[in-house]
Nanobody, 126 residues
Framework: QVQLVESGGGLVQAGGSLRLSCTVS????????MAWFRQAPGKEREFVAA????????YYTDSVKGRFTISRDNAKNTGYLQMNSLKAEDTAIYYC???????????????????WGQGTQVTVSS
């Protein structure tokens, strides 16, 4: 059974920073593509960033480029999302997701991922 547990969310002022963590258990993490998605109230879940199994490829949605950085430490079975220069519009529940069976070209799609965390709230006050 694969489990993902996020941590690191919270309340921060606009312009501040947070680092989210996602720890994966139950299978060899180093084989997974990992991604972060977010969902704001009344909106659909949207893709934020993805990283391939060895960290050699990353991809970001345009609205977070230059502000967010996705990374991973396979020795710790943990992925990260460093969020800088946060804006009020970044407020959402952030979810990590992982899968090992789908090609990299599908990394932005929610239905690519079979495994999801429970979500962590990020609130940015303006």
């Amino acid at each position: 059974q694969v489990q993902l547990v996020e941590s690191g969310g919270g309340l921060v002022q606009a312009g501040g920073s947070l680092r989210l963590s996602c720890t994966v258990s139950g299978r060899t993490f180093s084989t997974y593509t990992m991604a972060w998605f977010r969902q704001a109230p009344g909106k659909e879940r949207e893709f934020v960033a993805a990283i391939n199994w060895n960290g050699g490829s990353t991809y970001y949605t345009d609205s977070v480029k230059g502000r967010f950085t996705i990374s991973r430490d396979n020795a710790k079975n943990t992925g990260y999302l460093q969020m800088n220069s946060l804006k009020a519009e970044d407020t959402a529940i952030y979810y990590c997701a992982a899968d090992y069976r789908q090609p990299w070209r599908t990394a932005t799609a929610t239905n690519t991922y079979a495994y999801w965390g429970q979500g962590t709230q990020v609130t940015v006050s303006s």
